[in-house]
């Protein structure tokens, strides 16, 4: 018997309605706050996540799935903002859109060891805003991130803040968390004893117990940042004070790629153990330029699916408000139920029917197990007199509709 990869998950038909929901939600609010759906390729140039994620980064070393082909290597993708950032500058989108809020939602792959909430196919719902520097944005930014997990009704999660600084501000911070760590490098973890010499910033985003037992001692308070930054992190925080979005500062939060400068922010949930980031997301005002595009400044997040279902309080299977279920009772009912279901589904009532062969007990019992909210039951005495029975699965009443009215009283139902 084959079985799937290490890794993979096949997602069933309850947590797929669910799945369903959260993206029908997420579009939804994506709308709200003006952002436009892009769908890039999953396979990309293995070298466009080398420029973007930076040659040291962990998912460039360890992590992505790559596919040599002759002398090309292409990647699976390891994550949504370097294909977007590839796109927006192969297609001119600045000069067809200018400034660009994009969102986008799909499958990524990394090469890491099974865990919970972590899978090498997994999947992605983001958002990437391009073209300005506003704090304003920034601030935008998080509470769009916000609104997503009230609209998955997600609560009890914490959004943790930081600033970055510039380019200059960033590299100032990297050299003093070398020169402040050199010494406990005994203490680190061997990833992060070679994180040292390469980018010390990644040791504090390491979730290994005894990195985190030496970083919590660094007295870290955001006096790298230079003047500009510092107001514009100020700013940002203000913007969220006006929004009333609740947030903590959290000065050790870097996030692990290189291309974050400024704000960074991750949100939490204490139901995922110590993985527990659900999303996370920062500015990136280098970027574009760096892969060859015009100076635009960018800002975006992303949201790890797999974790928003492992943190969604409510994973019922999800079905139509108003799905109706129709039994039929004899062959000539079933074939006056084959027009039936034709007639409703074409004035856009969802249904369905039994093709098991069930009685009509049965029946009912497989109407409730689909959270069918109305019955139709046709039998002998409902076509002689030309009637459909219609029960009401919320309260147990039933009555008899004239069979050319039930398409005009079930679409006013629904």
Same mark, same amino acid.
């Given at each position: 018997?084959?079985?799937?990869?290490?890794?993979?998950?096949?997602?069933?038909?309850?947590?797929?309605?669910?799945?369903?929901?959260?993206?029908?939600?997420?579009?939804?609010?994506?709308? &709200?706050?003006?952002?436009?759906?892009?769908?890039?390729?999953?396979?990309?140039? /293995?070298? &466009?996540?080398?420029? $973007?994620?930076?040659?040291?980064?962990?998912?460039?070393?360890? %992590?992505?799935?790559?596919?040599?082909?002759?002398?090309?290597?292409?990647?699976?993708?390891?994550?949504?903002?370097?294909?977007?950032?590839?796109?927006?500058?192969?297609?001119?989108?600045?000069?067809?859109?200018?400034?660009?809020?994009?969102?986008?939602?799909?499958?990524?792959?990394?090469?890491?060891?099974?865990?919970?909430?972590?899978?090498?196919?997994f999947h992605h719902i983001?958002?990437?805003?391009?073209?300005?520097? /506003?704090?304003?944005?920034?601030?935008?930014?998080?509470?769009?991130?916000?609104?997503? +997990?009230?609209?998955?009704?997600?609560?009890?999660?914490?959004?943790?803040?930081?600033?970055?600084? @510039? /380019?200059?501000?960033?590299?100032?911070?990297?050299?003093?968390?070398?020169?402040?760590?050199?010494?406990?490098?005994?203490?680190?973890?061997?990833?992060?004893?070679?994180?040292?010499?390469?980018?010390? +910033?990644?040791?504090?985003?390491?979730?290994?117990?005894? @990195?985190?037992?030496?970083?919590?001692?660094?007295?870290? #308070?955001?006096?790298?940042?230079?003047?500009?930054?510092? /107001?514009?992190?100020?700013?940002?925080?203000?913007?969220?004070?006006?929004?009333?979005? $609740?947030?903590?500062?959290?000065?050790?939060?870097?996030?692990? +790629?290189?291309?974050?400068?400024? #704000?960074?922010?991750?949100?939490?949930?204490?139901? &995922?153990?110590?993985?527990?980031?659900?999303?996370?997301?920062?500015?990136?005002?280098?970027?574009?330029?760096?892969?060859?595009?015009?100076?635009?400044?960018?800002?975006?997040?992303?949201?790890?699916?797999?974790?928003?279902?492992?943190?969604?309080?409510? %994973?019922?299977?999800? #079905?139509?408000?108003?799905?109706?279920?129709?039994?039929?009772?004899?062959?000539?009912?079933?074939?006056?139920? &084959?027009?039936?279901?034709?007639?409703?589904?074409?004035?856009?009532v969802a249904c369905d #029917?039994?093709?098991?062969?069930?009685?009509?007990?049965?029946?009912?019992?497989?109407?409730?197990?689909?959270?069918?909210?109305?019955?139709?039951?046709?039998?002998?005495?409902?076509?002689?007199?030309?009637?459909?029975? +219609?029960?009401?699965?919320?309260?147990?009443?039933?009555?008899?509709?004239?069979?050319?009215?039930i398409v005009k009283e079930?679409?006013?139902?629904?």
């Open positions: 018997m084959f079985r799937k990869i290490s890794g993979t998950k096949d997602i069933l038909p309850q947590e797929a309605d669910v799945l369903q929901q959260i993206e029908v939600t997420s579009r939804n609010i994506f709308s &709200l706050y003006g952002y436009r759906q892009i769908r890039t390729p999953i396979l990309e140039d /293995a070298a &466009l996540f080398d420029r $973007s994620l930076g040659k040291s980064a962990e998912i460039v070393q360890k %992590q992505m799935f790559l596919i040599k082909n002759k002398e090309e290597v292409y990647a699976l993708r390891p994550e949504g903002t370097a294909g977007i950032v590839r796109a927006y500058i192969e297609n001119n989108l600045d000069k067809s859109l200018g400034f660009a809020k994009l969102y986008y939602l799909g499958p990524m792959f990394r090469f890491e060891r099974p865990q919970k909430g972590r899978l090498r196919q983001g958002a990437e805003a391009i073209g300005s520097t /506003a704090a304003e944005l920034d601030a935008e930014v998080i509470s769009l991130a916000n609104s997503l +997990l009230q609209g998955f009704g997600i609560s009890g999660y914490k959004i943790k803040i930081n600033s970055l600084g @510039c /380019a200059k501000d960033r590299k100032g911070l990297s050299d003093s968390l070398q020169r402040w760590l050199k010494g406990k490098a005994g203490d680190l973890c061997p990833d992060c004893q070679q994180r040292l010499e390469k980018n010390a +910033l990644r040791v504090l985003d390491c979730k290994n117990e005894s @990195c985190r037992a030496v970083v919590d001692k660094l007295d870290i #308070t955001g006096g790298h940042l230079c003047p500009e930054c510092a /107001a514009h992190f100020l700013r940002v925080k203000e913007c969220l004070d006006i929004s009333g979005i $609740s947030y903590e500062v959290s000065p050790r939060l870097v996030r692990g +790629l290189d291309y974050y400068t400024r #704000t960074v922010f991750e949100i939490t949930h204490p139901d &995922l153990g110590a993985q527990d980031a659900i999303g996370a997301g920062g500015r990136y005002d280098d970027l574009v330029k760096e892969l060859g595009g015009p100076v635009a400044p960018a800002i975006g997040f992303a949201f790890g699916v797999e974790r928003l279902l492992l943190a969604t309080s409510d %994973q019922r299977p999800a #079905t139509s408000d108003h799905l109706v279920y129709l039994i039929t009772l004899g062959q000539e009912a079933k074939k006056e139920g &084959l027009k039936i279901l034709q007639e409703l589904r074409g004035s856009g #029917t039994d093709y098991e062969e069930k009685s009509l007990k049965g029946a009912m019992r497989r109407a409730n197990d689909l959270g069918a909210t109305s019955v139709l039951i046709i039998g002998d005495d409902e076509l002689k007199k030309n009637v459909i029975t +219609l029960k009401d699965m919320a309260n147990s009443q039933q009555r008899e509709i004239s069979r050319q009215d079930l679409r006013s139902s629904c």
